[in-house]
């Protein structure tokens, strides 16, 4: 996906939450501001949002010191989507279509408010409210016919909280297919994004494996990704991919790959030619690796 003029405010405002989170003093807050335009000022057209998105955290990293400034902020996504899981587990299971309710609850991801003390019937009601309102782009039928012909799937995750919606979404695919599923995370932290500790924290390595992608951008460059993470990619018959970050980064890539995302910003709204808000199960339509 090519970068918009529109994605440059987005660079400077995850900047600035980005070091607000490590520090309250207004001076680190500005000079991060100032690296990262000095980033922004300069950066090549050519390269998409997730390249860019890596430069600016890199610098947001050097210039605060710290290289997890969301630490805090993923443990409490986890914590409080643990909290729901066993709940929103058992009803899914008890719907028409476990699979594709799980799959909507997956692409839902971060966009509900999971704070401690919201009650769980409230939780509940919300993602139902979502789910009631299905695909807005709905490849779910063609993603069951790909996945009835795999025997293997790469899923590539995206934040930390969503992860445990992703759990249940894979124990729902095995539970209806015999594939083997696994999970990738990102090489070290980067945003919200998952990495190797948030999927032993929720407890994703004991469904499936869980391999890293080698990198730390908040999406999937296949040029700076693992060997590891590359011979599995090419190798899977099926990638489903999670979130804006993948989409941004694989969405021009000539592979079979199901797109599963809430859409959370207006350049991928129009792109899609969706609404914000929406839930999307789309199909890479320009692939050139088409099972017979």
Known sequence: MKTNLDCFPCFLRQALDAARMVTQDERIQRKTLDGVLSILLNVSVYLNPVEIAHLV????????GDDDPYKEEKKK??????R??????SEIAEMSDPLKAAMMLSAAGNAIDLAPERP???????YMEMIGKGFAWDDYELLLKRLNRSKSLLYLGDNAGEIVWDKILIEELLDRFNIEIIYTVRGSPILNDVTMEDAHFVGMDKVVEVISNGFD???????KCSGEFLKKYEESDLILSKGQGNYESLSEENHPIFFLLNVKCPVIAKEIHCDIGDIILKFQSNSKREMN
């Not at 955290?57 to 605060?64: A, E, F, G, M």
């Not at 729901?84 to 587990?89: A, D, G, K, V």
């Not at 769980?120 to 919300?126: N, V």
């Open 57 to 64: 955290h890199q610098r947001v990293k050097s210039i605060t």
């Open 77 to 82: 996504q986890n914590e409080s989507a643990l």
């Open 84 to 89: 729901y899981e066993s709940t929103l587990s």
């Open 120 to 126: 769980i019937p409230d939780i509940y009601k919300e």
């Open 217 to 223: 951008a908040p999406g999937t460059l296949l040029n």
